[in-house]
């Protein structure tokens, strides 16, 4: 099984590659382009800003392990699974659900639950009220949420993750790059606004872009390796 996982964890790196690639789109998807646009610096400074607090004061940790926990229940609950117990503690917590699986398992590390709920917020509130002078603002919101997730998420990672060692480095890896990237999208597509069927588009256009750079890759990188031995045999 983690041999199928390894294949299929190679099979996401170009789709990885094209999710980053979705993620500058919706940077330039911004009033203005992804460089000079106010909402956009707003986003890198969101994020920079969290950066700076994750380094130089006390660490939030138990907010970050409500978001973790919430995050298995809600992915528990897409999944179809019953939540029993839900506990968060200042140095840890659980959450007990009647079913598991790899979307459950990982999804604290994927998935960035608070830029997830600033987006819904967003998303809510512009229903009622013109949120398009708050863009900026919201932008910020979503960088540093989302440098929020990244920064503690890459601090857990360090530490032995039984969740990672289950279904394999590569395969969790690249999984958990992949769904951020996606998630973060999405949210930008909401505040941007774009709709689903663009970013779709967009993501798609680059993955075929990508796996036909890997598939040109991987022939020229078969092509050498025959030739290599071909030469070799016929040298002795």
């Keep these: 099984m983690k041999a199928l996982k390894f294949l299929v964890g190679v099979g996401l790196l170009p789709l990885c590659a094209a999710a980053s690639l979705a993620l500058y789109d919706m940077l330039l998807a911004l009033p203005g382009d992804a460089l000079k646009s106010l ?81 819904a917020v967003f998303f809510l509130l512009r229903m009622k009220w013109p949120m398009q002078p708050y863009l900026p603002f919201w932008a910020a919101v979503l960088g540093f949420t989302w440098a929020y997730h990244l920064t503690f998420t890459l601090a857990i990672l360090q530490l032995r993750q039984p969740d990672i060692h289950e279904h394999g480095r590569l395969f969790s890896y690249s999984l958990i790059y992949l769904m951020n990237l996606l998630t973060v999208a999405l949210a930008l597509a909401v505040v941007a606004p774009l709709d689903a069927r663009t970013l779709g588009g967009i993501l798609l256009s680059h993955g075929r872009e990508c796996y036909q750079t890997a598939g040109h890759w991987g022939a020229e990188g078969v092509r050498l390796a025959l030739s290599f031995f071909q030469n070799g045999a016929s040298i002795q």
């Design 39 to 119: 909402s956009a610096l707003w986003f890198y400074g969101g994020f920079l800003f969290w950066v700076i607090l994750f380094i130089s004061l006390p660490r939030p940790t138990k907010s970050y392990v409500l978001a973790h926990e919430l995050t298995h229940a809600l992915w528990g609950l897409l999944m179809g699974a019953r939540v029993h117990k839900v506990k968060v503690g200042e140095s840890g917590g659980s959450v007990t659900l009647s079913k598991s699986n790899v979307w459950i398992t990982l999804a604290p590390y994927f998935f960035p639950f608070y830029t997830a709920l600033a987006a």
